[in-house]
């Protein structure tokens, strides 16, 4: 899922919010891991929109191929060509791994539940997200210990769910 905001002043909220939040998660979960017997490396995926067909992000990967080893004169009109094509955005998993057990943990989708209020603990493309301004203090920064807080039960919750033996 990728947030939608119905309001500059949510986005703005969500902008201030995303970084620090990121980074408690990577903090906390490089934590969890050190106490843990799961091994975790992380990885860089593309994330598409859940409406664009297969053929298409073949036909937009192979270009992405083709322009990292093409002469600058064909760069060109295939960065035209790819202009007019849907483009994935970046995405970050977690992929955790003990005996033979293997879990992948979507690092955006952790970040947004930091980030933003749910009732049913999903979000959909369908409507906007609510950025969960318990998480600013008085004058409207951060509030480092409960974005701390709030990380931290996450994290945790991710690893008391994981797979037993």
């Known amino acids: 899922m990728k947030p939608r905001f119905a309001t500059i002043e949510t986005w703005q909220q969500a902008d201030l919010l ?9 903090d906390n979960l490089r934590k969890q891991l050190d106490a843990s017997t799961w091994r975790g490396t992380y990885r860089d995926i593309q994330v598409w929109a859940d409406d664009i067909p297969d053929e298409t992000k073949a036909t937009v990967l192979q270009l992405q191929q083709q322009l990292e080893t093409v002469p600058p004169e064909q760069a060109a009109e295939l960065q035209a060509t ?14 955790l791994e003990k005996n033979d057990r293997q879990v992948t943990v979507d690092l955006w989708a952790l970040c947004y539940q930091i980030c ?15 950025v969960d301004t318990s998480l600013f203090d008085e004058t409207g920064d951060v509030d480092w210990n409960l974005l701390e807080d709030k990380t931290k039960r996450i994290v945790e919750q991710v690893f008391e769910n994981l797979p037993q033996e």
Do not use: N, T
């Open 116 to 130: 933003f209020r749910s009732h049913d603990g999903e979000w959909r493309d369908d409507f906007p997200v609510e």
């Open 18 to 26: 995303m970084q620090p939040a990121f980074i408690r998660l990577i």
């Open 82 to 95: 790819l202009s007019h094509l849907p483009s994935p955005y970046p995405g970050y998993e977690l992929c």
